[in-house]
């Protein structure tokens, strides 16, 4: 394996990230080479010191250390199908956004020719690239992991998440479907306080400090689901978490209810199941159905694979 420390870093795709990723490596005082599909978008990194590749086999071959930053995971194929016979030695920090199986796909195919490989999942803004609120996952070959540490802290919060490729896809993936729903949720809300004319601000200025004070319940549905008992005494009963009246109520005001009328159909399913007197964390087992048909895994057999964290 290479030493990223003492190498230059190539940096291939300059789109937002991409940018954002060789310019800070610029300004810690790295070697950069760039590559772009579209060569133009390298003529603001050569003025501020980077070498452009003058093709896709040039960037490859200029540094040990390969940093992909492309649209998605046909991208990365299109791009390295090319030339990765010739990358034997090399190591890729793959960065651009892939599904789980898909990071596994590309860490089989870069071992298959000889390339060291380190999946990456990005957590962060563009502008927020360079400082420590920008957080980056990584998951794969921890050799490559502590050997590129110098290059990775440049850019965020590096945590390792361990040596399956698809892990740190997977977190970032099911952070990103928490927050989204959550968005969604908000924005529901927001119709509804809308058909009577509040303004989103004013309803964004209430639900704030409500919704904040909400997320302390995570940490108890955690461990009502770890602890594989959803019945714990002392939780609301899904019996009595019946949601249709604000199914109803969405639907009186005019407004879609479809973000609600989906957990509602969670909660109707455990119900129907005979769960109607356990808590609220129950309608995990309808999300994790599709799975537990898929493996016959039970949640209690997921956690004897633990993630390895190491930050
Ligand atoms: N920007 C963000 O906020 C998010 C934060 C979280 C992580 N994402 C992921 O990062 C990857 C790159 O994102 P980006 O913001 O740089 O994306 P764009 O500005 O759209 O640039 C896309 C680059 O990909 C090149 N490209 C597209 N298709 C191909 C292809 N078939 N072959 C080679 N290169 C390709 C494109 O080149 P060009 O259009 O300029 O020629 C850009 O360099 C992404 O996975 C995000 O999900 C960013």
């Given at each position: 394996?290479?030493?990223?420390?003492?190498?230059?870093?190539?940096?291939?795709?300059?789109?937002?990230?991409?940018?954002?990723?060789?310019?800070?490596?610029?300004?810690?005082?790295?070697?950069v080479t760039v590559w772009n599909r579209t060569s133009a978008r390298a003529v603001d990194l050569s003025a501020r010191g980077a070498q452009a590749a003058s093709s896709i086999g040039a960037a490859v071959a200029a540094n040990p250390l390969i940093v992909a930053c492309l649209l998605d995971h046909a991208s990365v194929h299109e791009?390295?199908?090319?030339?990765?016979?010739?990358?034997?030695?090399?190591?890729?920090?793959?960065?651009?956004?892939?599904?789980p199986n898909e990071a596994r796909e590309l860490a089989t195919w870069a071992a298959g020719h000889g390339v060291d490989h380190l999946d990456g999942a990005i957590m962060a803004t563009p502008p927020m690239i360079g400082t420590p609120e920008a957080s980056i996952l990584y998951s794969g070959s921890r050799d490559v992991f502590d050997a590129s540490r110098p290059v990775l802290d440049r850019w965020a919060t590096s945590t390792y998440d361990g040596a399956d490729a698809g892990l740190a896809s997977l977190v970032d993936l099911a952070m990103l479907s928490g927050m989204y729903s959550m968005f969604a949720g908000f924005l529901?809300?927001?119709?509804?306080?809308?058909?009577?004319?509040?303004?989103?601000?004013?309803?964004?200025?209430?639900?704030?400090?409500?919704?904040?004070?909400?997320?302390?319940?995570?940490?108890?549905?955690?461990?009502?689901?770890?602890?594989?008992?959803?019945?714990v005494?002392?939780?609301q009963s899904l019996d009595?978490?019946?949601?249709?009246?604000?199914?109803?109520?969405s639907e009186e005001q005019g407004v879609r209810?479809?973000?609600?009328?989906?957990?509602?159909?969670?909660?109707?399913?455990?119900?129907?199941?005979?769960?109607?007197?356990?808590?609220f964390a129950r309608i995990y087992e309808s999300l994790r159905a599709e799975r537990t048909a898929k493996t016959g895994q039970t949640h209690q057999d997921d956690n004897s694979d633990e993630l390895e964290v190491a930050r």
């Open positions: 394996m290479t030493d990223p420390q003492g190498a230059g870093v190539t940096v291939l795709g300059l789109g937002a990230m991409g940018s954002a990723l060789a310019t800070t490596l610029l300004d810690a005082g790295h070697a791009t390295l199908d090319p030339v990765i016979a010739g990358m034997r030695g090399s190591t890729l920090v793959n960065l651009t956004t892939t599904t529901h809300g927001a119709a509804m306080a809308g058909s009577v004319g509040i303004s989103a601000t004013e309803f964004a200025a209430r639900a704030t400090p409500f919704l904040s004070a909400m997320t302390d319940g995570f940490e108890h549905f955690a461990g009502v689901i770890d602890g594989g008992d959803y019945a005494p002392g939780q009595f978490s019946d949601l249709s009246h604000i199914v109803r109520a209810p479809t973000t609600i009328a989906a957990v509602q159909e969670l909660i109707s399913e455990q119900i129907a199941d005979g769960h109607g007197a356990e808590g």
